[in-house]
């Protein structure tokens, strides 16, 4: 077994957010496993993605058979699903500006003739 760091620096995950889940009961910072690297690395992907620390660790602490896990993971999944959208929107306005100067009006609308 390795200690918390050591396997956060092996694996190059984010120390400072799994001690600090550590502190809050989610590891155990002396001894590390194979399991709690595991653990960890998807704590530090639900991290990246957007989900809170408090989150981070209900999704870990709770015991209801997944129901906690399943209602974060599907509110993280909506989220992300939004920003997507958000960045459809934005790819679809750009296209339309090229568009535009592709047929010779400079990006902005033709003047009538």
Known sequence: MATL???CERYRL????????????????DAFGDEDACRAAVACFLHEAGLAED????????QDGGRTQ??????????????SHEEQRRVDKI???LRKLDEGCGGM?????
């Open 109 to 113: 609308p033709c003047p009538k003739k």
């Open 55 to 62: 989150a981070l660790a209900a999704y870990f602490l709770t």
């Open 5 to 7: 760091r050591e396997t």
């Open 70 to 83: 399943r209602i974060l993971l599907r509110r993280l999944r909506a989220q992300a699903l939004e920003r």
């Open 14 to 29: 984010d120390g400072a957010l799994i001690e600090r889940l550590a502190a809050r009961g989610v590891f155990c910072a």
């Open 95 to 97: 296209d339309c500006l």
